[in-house]
């Protein structure tokens, strides 16, 4: 699932977002630096200025494994990955690599005919589903030992499924009653979206409750936030509730259809189309801007990374990814050069982790770094269960090809973590910008998320710059110099989604945010002792 935070409140019997105005972060501040700027930034720009205005780098091809990337946007269409090895639209794979016409990339989640993927179910539905066919004609009393224990763990599975989607299907007709309301003063007052608080006070209807409904609205209206995006939050929460309650937790959902692929066959690769935008690509598209917009055409925004090519792998649906095409999506971006590969999107249940894990072992003996968000649900990952993740599930060993990444916040002049941000003591390994991060969308537009799937290609850039002006480095060193240099936050932080405080090194292990330019410095050193 890709990793959008979305906050809802409960207001007197109204439902909606609701977001006061307040300062707004630098467009920038990702790249800023703590000492120049006042702001816990990477530390880019100064990078830049001081350590690698002189030097020279190697390209960097770096994989965004997500949603889509509009491969067209003004400020990402020079710095995407093309595969030289295809003729594009010619049908036929000219470098027999498997997949037809892949010149930006691949996806995994459409099928042969163009058609794709958008909404998916949540993976414990797919789970609960799987296991409810199993065991609800099965006799309890003649039941093994070990079926026996894997019965208790359905009869757990069920119980978190059935509380989900009632919360969801609760929430859903709630939200649809409130935008029906919303609907039915805005059609009786007749003035579209230019609605006012006088014309809300003059509102009168036979029903009490539009009454009370149009007075609320002119209270929020009148502390700052206009009509327009008033309903434009309501309608946002109604999406949020509609996929959840009809999609995601929907037992009679599945579009696995569209890839036409033999889903019980985990070694199948050769599925899916060159469509590597898909039918949604925000997420993807803001995630591979944050890591190389280009930085020299005087366009939106500038990426972390000047030299590095975006090879969009589309995996991740409006829903829960599905282990078989990340593993795959993995394996793709490793044979077809990457380097470096993000992943902004998880999962609190898994399908077939050893899959994934054999992937993940794939890219190390393969010398590629992977960069992943740790997840949007303000929960310390020691004790809660996020995927994919880099402890390999048959030794419990971990990866060392792997960074986690905890998303941080912009407070000038201060130290923040991002309220929604995942963490772990031994789980998360560093933090990054995460919060009020500017990049790119589809149609050449930009906009702000929030998100540790903002933070991860914050870091993903980073070590892309490591990788690009000191390609002798492996990935495990790599790694290592994102851990050891990152700017250390003293004093104390909060617990994402607390009031209580606690010290950095109870949040990751690195206890720090990305730093490139320290970054950078360590790379040199330890590029001087590679070469001898």
Excluded at 179 to 193: M, N, V, Y
Excluded at 259 to 271: I, M
């Amino acid at each position: 699932m890709n990793y959008k935070k979305i906050s809802l409140t409960l207001l007197l019997g109204l439902c909606f977002i609701f977001t006061r105005a307040q300062e707004s972060a630098p467009e920038n501040w990702f790249n800023l630096d703590k000492k120049n700027d006042q702001i816990f930034g990477v530390s880019t720009e100064k990078s830049y200025n001081e350590i690698l205005k002189d030097k020279t780098s190697v390209q960097v091809i770096v994989a965004i494994l997500d949603s889509g990337v509009d491969e067209n946007h003004e400020d990402l269409k020079n710095v995407m990955w093309v595969n030289k090895g295809e003729i594009a639209g010619n049908g036929i794979d000219d470098d027999k690599n498997g997949y037809v016409d892949d010149v930006y990339g691949w996806n995994f989640i459409g099928g042969k005919d163009g058609k794709n993927i958008d909404k998916d179910s949540y993976e414990l539905t797919r789970l609960y589903k799987r296991e409810k066919e199993k065991f609800d004609n099965m006799d309890e009393a003649s039941m093994s030992p070990e079926v026996k224990k894997q019965y208790e763990a359905y009869l757990k599975l069920k119980v978190e499924y059935l509380q989900k989607y009632i919360e969801a299907k609760t929430m859903f007709d709630v939200y649809s009653k409130s935008l029906a309301r919303f609907e039915s003063i805005e059609k009786r007052i007749g003035k579209g979206d230019d609605i006012g608080i006088e014309d809300l006070k003059n509102f009168k209807s036979d029903e009490e409750k539009d009454n009370e409904l149009a007075k609320k609205i002119a209270t929020y209206i009148s502390s700052g936030i206009s009509y327009k995006d008033l309903k434009e939050q309501l309608k946002g929460a109604y999406d949020h509730f509609d996929d959840q309650a009809n999609y995601a937790y929907s037992l009679d959902f599945d579009p696995r259809g569209i890839v036409g692929d033999d889903y019980s066959n985990e070694n199948e690769r050769y599925y899916g189309n060159n469509d590597v935008t898909g039918p949604d690509a925000s997420h993807g598209t803001h995630v591979a801007g944050i890591v190389a917009a280009q930085r020299d055409n005087a366009l939106g925004v500038k990426g972390v990374a000047n030299n590095v090519r975006i090879m969009s792998v589309r995996c991740v649906p409006n829903g829960d990814e599905r282990d078989k095409d990340v593993a795959n999506a993995i394996r793709y971006a490793v044979d077809n050069g990457a380097k470096v590969i993000n992943m902004s999107f998880g999962k609190a249940y898994n399908w077939n982790k050893t899959l994934v894990d054999e992937a993940v072992k794939y890219a190390e003996s393969k010398d590629v770094l992977l960069v992943h968000g740790a997840g949007n649900d303000s929960k310390n990952l020691d004790e809660n269960t996020n995927y994919p993740n880099p402890v390999y599930e048959k030794d419990n060993t971990r990866a060392g090809n792997w960074v986690e990444v905890g998303a941080s916040s912009w407070i000038k002049g201060k130290a923040s973590m991002g309220s929604f941000s995942n963490y772990g003591k031994k789980s998360v390994d560093v933090f990054a910008p995460g919060v009020s991060i500017y990049s790119t969308i589809p149609d050449s537009k930009y906009a702000s998320f929030d998100g540790t799937s903002m933070a991860s290609p914050v870091t993903a850039g980073v070590a892309a710059l490591i990788r690009s002006y000191y390609p002798e480095l492996t990935a495990s060193q790599v790694r290592t110099i994102l851990m050891k240099s990152v700017t250390k936050v003293s004093g104390k932080v909060y617990y994402p989604g607390t009031k209580k405080l606690t010290k950095m090194k109870n949040l990751c292990t690195s206890k720090g945010i990305v730093n490139a330019y320290t970054a950078l410095k360590m790379a040199e050193k330890m590029s001087k002792k590679v070469k001898g």
